[in-house]
Each structure stands twice: as C-alpha cells, then as structure tokens.
C-alpha cells in the first residue's frame, strides 16, 4: 500500500511538472491593444491559469506596464515583450492561432471552437511553442494578422452577442487550455454505510416527527374518536414531503430517529411525571 502510495505520489508530480513544462510553451499575443487596463487584466488571467509569456505587437498605450488591473500579476507585466510586428511576435511559434468573434466576416480559415481546439493546441505543446492571438477591442485581429495563422478558434457565445471583453477572452481560453480532464475526481461509489435511506426508514422519522411535535405543542392532538380535518395539505404529509426532500442515508436516517426518539422520551417524561 505504501509502494502504491508513492508511486502515485511520483506520478502526479510527474504529471505536475510535464503540464508546467507545456504550459510555458504558451505564447499569449496582444495585437493592437487599446487599454492598457485590458492588458493587466489578460496578465491576471495568465496568472491565475499558469501562464507567464506575453508579448504586446504595437498597443496604444505604451505605460501598461503599471496597469493597476494586474492584480497579482505585476511580474508578467514587467516581463512582456514588445514587438513592432505580429511577424516578428510570431517567429518562433510553430503553430499560431487566432481570436474570433466570427460575425458576418468571410473567413479563409478553419474555425474551431475552443473545447475541439484546446486538446490540440495541448498537444503541440508538448513539443514547440505555441502562439496565441488576441487582436484590439474594438476591431479584433485585421486580415493581415489573420493571415499569420494556421487556423482559428471562437468561444461559443451566443449569436445576439459574440463579441467578449479581453481579458474575459483570454481568461475563458486559458481556463480550457490549463484544466486537465484527468484530473477529475471520479464520483464516489456508494458503499453500503452510505446507501439511501427505504420508505421504511422515512416513514418511521415522519411518524416520531409528528408524535414528537404533538408532544412539545407544537401540533394539537386530536380528540381519540374524533374525526381527521382534511385540508389541503394535512400537516402530516407536509412532514412526509419535508423528510422525502431530505434524501438522508441509511445511517443519517438511523441517527436523525435515534435523536427524535431521544428528545419524544424527554418531552414526555418532562410534561409528565406518570409517564
């Protein structure tokens, strides 16, 4: 059991340090940038995911570096790099895609959306740098930086709204790129000790509830021989209801009668010295 312990142990840092090792092959590229504050807030999101290459081709505000939206991320800030051309951005990227909103543009190439794209730009990864554009808010990427692309990708938002905010983008992008489908915790099997509770078990806590909460005065008891008020909804299957939304487990419905059991007995007992 322990061998199994590290050796799982090992491989998750193996794994670790492989998804690290990918991830820095990342190259998130900002063309044309308008506000610097969208440029602080695309090197937050490249924080939060792992993610510390960026590269600026020609924005507008030469003083983002000081951005305050970069909450956290000041270093990638410190760290960009300027180019005056995507060409130049781009050179030592083996595979470079680009941003879209799509619209009624006439597009020359593949369009993929984000969740068909991101295992294959996980998998180039692997093995070279990849470049990933971002063109200016108000225009996104021209034709001519499309055409420094190998193919494109586009956020499934919806047809009456496509366009995002950057920063959002680049956050939504990176967030799929950096998750490991792997790494989901499988769900849990039921074991027996945590089985859910039978009709049985619920009817018994609804009948104790009840007996329970006619003895505090709570509910008034009826008069023996008197007949049952209908209404709409009699309070005991109000109670019933209640306890069905509960979903309890064989043994929280064990406990839960056990402590109702305990506190009928106490509230008799209280109320009445003959009991």
Known sequence: MVLAFLLAAAENRRRSVSTQ???????????????????????????NFGFFHLRVVNPYELAFREARSAVGASPILAAAEEFPSL????????????????????????????????PLIRKRLAASRVALLFGSEKRGLSNEDLSHCHWLLRIPTREEHRSMNLGQAVAVCLYELARDPRAAVPSEKRTPASASATADHLERITSVLLDA?????????????????????????KIRRLIHRLNFSSSDAELCLGILRQILWKSRSGSDPAA
């Open 21 to 47: 090792s990918q991830l820095g092959q990342l190259r998130v590229v900002l063309v044309n940038t308008r506000n610097p504050l969208n440029i602080g807030a695309a090197a937050r999101a490249m924080s």
């Open 87 to 118: 060409a130049e951005a781009v050179a030592d990227c083996t595979l470079v895609i680009g941003t879209t909103a799509v619209g009624h543009r006439e597009l020359q190439h593949p369009v993929k959306r984000l969740e068909q794209a991101a």
């Open 213 to 237: 909460l006619r003895a505090s005065g709570y509910l008034k008891s009826s008069p023996a021989g008197s007949p049952k008020r209908r209404s709409a909804a009699p309070t005991d299957e």
